[in-house]
DNA sequence: CTACCGTCTGTAGGAACTACAGACTCAACC
DNA sequence: GGTTGAGTCTGTAGTTCCTACAGACGGTAG
């Protein structure tokens, strides 16, 4: 079967090789054979990095990355656990987002203030400067 | 005039004692007169710390408020570059909540797919093993 | 006098990487 | 055979924005 070098994975995932160290070291990937003193990897190691990225770009944390890779390599897949971890992830999504557009109402109009200029003193310090909290608005 | 001890300063602004340390360190705040071995603060600590967690709250980063903070106190007010650093804030955040748009949809329709419980496999799983690239989707 | 709270300094940790330094290995080229 | 160059190795330190101690000191109330 085909091995690779860390490079190759690298290239493969188009995950950096010092994440791919960083990975192994918190023990999300296993320990990989050695060709002398050189890592070398196989196709079920790109198929865990891909896994890891994949899961990474949907915003999981290495802990639930971490429990996703146990269900699925689980003899009998716990998907209800799977799932509950997704939907808890969503939840922190949304609120995300929420939050997010909340920041992105607050600038936008301040931005606009600025284009209007028809205040006195500058809006993003005044706004900055408000006694009223974020919170409240 | 009125001096305060940082315990209060925390209090009125609802800043954690440690991180008015951590913004004095910084050089965020300016280092404070002291009465003995204690930090005593006047009103206008309590308006900058005011300022500085409402931009944080806004998700400015330190060096974005360090520079909002020179502008505000500055002779003749930048509103200008105040403006330039809202802007760009801005874009970030518009760009983060397209990326956290993107992670929702997926995610929904995965927990979507569990609930319907139609699939062979686990779809979350499916998901994440899945040889797309999520930039694709 | 002794509790007790507040404050002090200094350091370490957390999340998820990233970036070196300095040493080694291996294949190719002349 | 020598040497270059790319790849890899280990180990450590930096990033951002805090947060959490430990252990010592200050000021006040009973």
Redesign the pocket.
């Known amino acids: 079967m085909e091995t690779i070098?860390?490079?190759?994975l690298?290239r493969r995932t188009r995950c950096?090789?010092?994440?791919i160290?960083?990975y192994e070291r918190i023990g999300l990937l296993p320990m990989p054979a050695?060709?002398?003193?050189?890592?070398s990897f196989g196709l079920a190691d790109v198929a865990r990095v891909h896994f890891v990225r994949r899961a990474?770009e949907l915003g999981f944390?290495?802990?639930e990355i971490r429990a996703l890779l146990g269900i699925a390599t689980a003899e009998d897949m716990a998907c209800g656990d799977a799932r509950e971890i997704a939907a808890s992830h969503l939840q922190q999504v949304r609120a995300r987002i929420t939050d997010l557009r909340r920041m992105e109402r607050v600038l936008a109009d301040t931005v606009r203030a600025c284009d209007a200029g028809d205040q006195v003193g500058c809006p993003l310090i005044t706004t900055l400067s408000a006694t009223a909290q974020l919170g409240t608005i």
């Not at 070098?5 to 190759?8: D, K």
């Open positions: 070098a860390i490079g190759e690298s950096n090789i010092e994440t160290r960083y050695r060709r002398g003193r050189y890592r990474r944390t290495l802990d």
